[in-house]
Nanobody, 125 residues
Framework: QVQLVESGGGVVQPGGSLRLSCVLS????????MAWFRRAPGKEREFVAA????????YYLDSVKGRFTISRDNAKNTVYLQMNSLKFEDTAVYYC??????????????????WGQGTQVTVSS
């Protein structure tokens, strides 16, 4: 059974940083595309970042490029999202997701088979 467990959310001031982590169990981690999505209050869930199994290919939402970094440690079955220079508009519940088929449509949440429970990130002064 595939499980995703996230951690690392919290409250941070604008301009601050947080690092989210997500551990996958029940699947060969290095063969899976991993991603982060988020859902802000009153909005639909949106793609944030994705990383292929080898780590060689990464993709980002335009508004987080240069501020967020997705990475993975295949030895620890863990994907990370380092978030720097946080803005009010980054406030959301963040979800990690796993795509075992490595679809080309990494930005589409329908691609992903498995989801974490979500972790709240609040940017507030």
């Amino acid at each position: 059974q595939v499980q995703l467990v996230e951690s690392g959310g919290g409250v941070v001031q604008p301009g601050g940083s947080l690092r989210l982590s997500c551990v996958l169990s029940g699947r060969s981690f290095s063969l899976v595309t991993m991603a982060w999505f988020r859902r802000a209050p009153g909005k639909e869930r949106e793609f944030v970042a994705a990383i292929r199994g080898s780590g060689a290919s990464v993709y980002y939402l335009d508004s987080v490029k240069g501020r967020f970094t997705i990475s993975r440690d295949n030895a620890k079955n863990t994907v990370y999202l380092q978030m720097n220079s946080l803005k009010f508009e980054d406030t959301a519940v963040y979800y990690c997701a796993a795509d075992v088929d490595n679809s080309a449509f990494y930005y589409d949440d329908r691609t992903y088979d498995h989801w974490g429970q979500g972790t709240q990130v609040t940017v507030s002064s």
